[in-house]
């Protein structure tokens, strides 16, 4: 599978902003340029997994329209988009775990520039803080937001396609 951030990914630098249409990947993933192990789609939504999963089953629903900003966002659009959220957010927990992290980034941390919301599996086990290195504490934000993502590896075939098989059978 291609994608405009896996050459920054498997390189470890930071990613690239995108910024026109005919580059973003989100369009062209909905226009069926670039290939994605959907979830779910509807005439103003689609659902996918991510390409770079933070963990298992790690989900992005986007609005089939271009647009930047959540806070910019058409409320036909945001309205489609809730209702995915919380569709998928029931397949996953009766699939996977009860617990998730929903995210959109607006700017902060958005590299994508297509409304998009993060749905994230939690993991089973959260390590407690004296484990820790002191060096993890002494992190600032923004390493620690990059440490996350050099530890996330590309998402496989194998794993890909069973993942999003799971999650759609359960909508
Ligand atoms: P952001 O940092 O903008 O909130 O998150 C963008 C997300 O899009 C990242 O988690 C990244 O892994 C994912 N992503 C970027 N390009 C592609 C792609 O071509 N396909 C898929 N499935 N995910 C992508
Ligand atoms: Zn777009």
Redesign the pocket.
């Known amino acids: 599978m291609t994608?405009?951030?896996i050459d920054e990914a498997v390189n470890k630098r930071t990613p690239l902003k995108w910024t026109s249409y005919d580059t973003c990947?989100f369009c062209n993933?909905i226009a069926n340029k670039?290939p994605?192990f959907r979830v779910l789609e509807t005439d103003m939504v689609i659902a996918?997994?991510?390409?770079?999963p933070i963990r298992p089953g790690h989900t992005?629903v986007v609005p089939k329209m271009h647009c930047s900003n959540l806070s910019d966002l058409p409320s036909d659009y945001s309205r489609a988009v809730g209702e995915a959220l919380s569709t998928i957010a029931n397949a996953i927990t009766r699939g996977m775990t009860i617990n998730l992290n929903v995210v959109c980034?607006q700017g902060y941390?958005?590299?994508?520039p297509h409304v998009?919301f993060?749905m994230v599996p939690a993991p089973r086990t959260v390590e407690p803080p004296s484990t820790q290195s002191p060096t993890n504490r002494s992190m600032n934000h923004h390493e620690m937001v990059m440490s996350e993502y050099h530890r996330r590896e590309e998402l496989d075939e194998d794993t890909g396609r069973n993942m999003a098989d799971r999650i759609r059978s359960r909508l």
Request: charged share 5%.
């Open positions: 994608s405009f951030m990947p993933i670039l994605a996918f997994l991510d390409i770079l992005l980034n941390g958005q590299a994508v998009h993060h």
